[in-house]
T-cell receptor
């Protein structure tokens, strides 16, 4: 899977929007961009994924750059429960059975 | 909805002991996998299975065995535990393997300490 680059940590205030960036300059044309998050002492949970167009769901929005070399996960109104490690992952075309490659992710800190 | 269930939640072993970490899913998923997570690190794939009777190695398979006799269960066996296997273990499943837009469902993890 192609490599992604994320900041080690970010801090935000409760009830404010959060923009988590991810760079993936070596992305191929058919790689999907996945985001997972891991709350303290829990397994990772799926957040959102996309290919080219921006995506919205009940948890977050995913904004994908036109050249697809970067993306941003947007939490529209952060709560204390959103404090977690957020992973940006590329999944190559064809799926493959070798799972997802998790980097160290971004540790999101939410201040009350 | 149970989803992916892992047992036990915590385990302490002595070096050389054997044990099996259990993983079960009730979503009729074809694909199941095991990851380990060391402190401050991302997850690394140990073994995976694309269906009953089929298993394969991931990034860090040494010291671990798996089998997949049913769709629901995917146990991970440590034959002779070593301190280097102290970690948190996560089981994950997904419906199919052939699409790169499939999402993984994770269990809550097993924290293993080998003394």
């Amino acid at each position: 899977d192609a490599k992604t680059t994320q900041p080690n940590s970010m801090e935000s205030n409760e009830e404010e929007p959060v923009h988590l960036p991810c760079n993936h300059s070596t992305i191929s044309g058919t790689d999907y961009i996945h985001w997972y998050r891991q709350l303290p002492s829990q397994g990772p949970e799926y957040v959102i994924h996309g290919l080219t167009s921006n995506v919205n769901n009940r948890m977050a929005s995913l904004a994908i750059a036109e050249d697809r070399k970067s993306s941003t996960l947007i939490l529209h109104r952060a709560t204390l429960r959103d404090a977690a490690v957020y992973y940006c992952i590329l999944k190559e075309s064809g799926g493959g059975a070798d799972g997802l490659t998790f980097g160290k992710g971004t540790h999101l800190i939410i201040q009350p | 909805n149970a989803g992916v269930t892992q047992t036990p939640k915590f385990q302490v072993l002595k070096t050389g002991q054997s044990m099996t970490l259990q993983c079960a899913q009730d979503m009729n998923h074809e694909y199941m996998s095991w990851y380990r997570q060391d402190p401050g690190m991302g997850l690394r794939l140990i073994h995976y299975s694309v269906g009953a009777g089929i298993t394969d190695q991931g990034e860090v398979p040494n010291g671990y065995n798996v089998s997949r006799s049913t769709t629901e269960d995917f146990p991970l066996r440590l034959l002779s535990a070593a301190p280097s296997q102290t970690s948190v273990y996560f089981c994950a499943s997904s419906q199919v393997t052939t699409r790169n837009n499939e999402k993984l469902f994770f269990g809550s993890g097993t924290q293993l300490s080998v003394l």
